[in-house]
């Protein structure tokens, strides 16, 4: 999964980079040339469509996307990992359905033609078929984290699933982004100590 996620990271860079070059080369254009490229605005749009779906990918497999945890902690272990569990059934089910509709919106503009109503006059099955790819990359991802959460509850392994599945805490949201600033060489290559930031703030008062 650590490909998986490196390629689909790169793919999303690589989508927006695209995108910044395309829009520097417009902006230099109209300004120096009084020339337009024209369709740099179409393009944002389908770099959104791609770069959010792909963004779906890495927020599963980050732990990232959004649960409401307030009690979750207070539970018993046992219900932790029934939550767990259902969370992901249902993220599952809703990306296979939203995959479902999807196919629908690419089926009617494959079936009417349909085209950008730009300059450029995109054909809008190319854009909505890496749009519609990226969905159901989404869909077959959730529905193997679900398989694999159901198969640990029916095993009974609930450490498993509350050490897999877990909506992510404070701590650990916080581990990472100082485990980020270490490997980026931090400011002046110094790490601050976890607490650094508390005594400096009351240094400052």
């Known amino acids: 999964m650590k490909r998986v996620q490196t390629l689909l990271a790169w793919a999303f860079g690589a989508v927006f980079v695209a995108l910044s070059i395309v829009v520097t080369v417009e902006t230099i254009s109209r300004k120096l040339f009084n020339y337009s490229i024209q369709g740099a605005d179409e393009l944002g749009g389908y770099a959104l469509a791609a770069g959010s779906v792909i963004a779906f990918s890495?927020?599963?497999?980050?732990?990232?996307?959004i649960r409401v945890d307030v009690f979750h902690e207070l539970f018993p272990k046992r219900l932790q990992a029934w939550l767990n569990?259902?969370?992901y059934v249902l993220l599952a089910a809703f990306a296979v359905l939203l995959a479902f509709v999807a196919f629908k919106v690419l089926a009617d503009t494959h079936a009417y033609r349909s085209t950008a109503p730009t300059p450029w006059q995109t054909p809008l099955i190319w854009p909505q078929s890496i749009w519609y790819a990226g969905l159901v990359v989404f869909a077959l991802l959730t529905v193997g984290y679900g398989m694999r959460a159901v198969w640990l509850l029916v095993r009974g392994d609930m450490n498993t699933i509350n050490h897999e599945f877990p909506p992510k805490s404070a701590k650990e949201?916080?581990?990472e982004e100082l485990d980020d600033?270490?490997?980026r060489g931090g400011a002046g290559g110094v790490m601050p100590a976890?607490?650094?930031f508390g005594s400096s703030a009351r240094e400052a008062a």
């Open 194 to 196: 976890p607490g650094q």
């Open 58 to 65: 890495l927020a599963l497999m980050g732990r990232n996307h």
């Open 85 to 87: 569990v259902l969370s």
């Open 173 to 175: 949201e916080v581990k």
């Open 181 to 183: 600033f270490a490997q």
